[in-house]
């Protein structure tokens, strides 16, 4: 069975099982379906994540599903931080997936404080690493470890300063990071792009260690984890 999903309200505290091809609500009460199929092939047994890459508020679907791929690609987990610039089920998040998303852990956060919180909750050496343009560390440079959680904002506006906050500081992060660039003629880099860049220099650093033990796929795809 895969982890519930741990979200807090005023009034309340429910529980989701994942797959994530299902529905699951956030805080506002607005149901949010994922593509189908989402976490339904991945045993519990590796759904534990040697890194794991956090989406804060992203805003076009093509990337999140890019990135998804990437993770589905690295066995890496990916988790959604909202409000989201787009609804989870729109076509462009599932074409960009392709049909990968059985492969990828995905878990969807109402708010960057209940994703805090469940953070704090996760066992074991973890640490919050952002990137960012302005970031003191250059990725390749940045000695990573198992237990890192690399944090991206937006496409348009960047990290929250709450969340750059959280990222910087102990006891929960380890610290900023940026991908050196040319500003004289682009902006900033594509997320996806900065995710996978970023994401397989960590991979690399732990020599593709995660790679060496395969996804464990489930027999039983069609099973639903949600109450």
């Known amino acids: 069975m895969f982890r519930p999903l741990y979200s807090t309200t005023k009034n309340t505290n429910r529980f989701y099982k994942f797959s994530l091809s299902r529905c699951c609500v956030s805080e506002t009460g607005r149901d949010n379906c994922l593509p189908t199929g989402v ?47 787009f609804q989870v089920d729109d076509t462009k998040l599932k074409r960009a997936g392709l049909d990968y998303w059985p492969y990828v852990v995905v878990k969807v956060h109402s708010s960057w404080e209940e994703f805090r919180e469940y953070f704090r909750q996760q066992k074991g050496e973890k640490r919050l690493l952002a990137f960012t343009k302005r970031g003191t560390n250059i990725h390749s440079d940045f000695s990573y470890r198992r237990g890192d959680w690399l944090v991206f904002g937006a496409e348009t506006f960047g990290l929250p300063a709450e969340a750059l906050l959280d990222c910087k500081n102990e006891p929960l992060g380890g610290g900023t990071i940026r991908i050196p660039m040319v500003e004289t003629y682009v902006r900033c880099l594509n997320l996806s792009v900065s995710v996978g860049i970023s994401l397989y220099e960590a991979c690399r650093q732990l020599d593709y260690e995660q790679l060496q033990n395969p996804t464990e796929i489930s027999n039983d795809k069609q099973k639903s984890f949600r109450h």
């Open 39 to 85: 976490g339904e092939a991945v045993k519990q047994v590796s759904a534990e994540k040697i890194l794991q890459v956090v989406l804060v508020s992203p805003q076009i679907p093509g990337n999140t599903g890019c990135i998804a791929r990437t993770c589905a690609a690295s066995a890496v987990g990916l988790h959604l931080v909202e409000p989201l610039g």
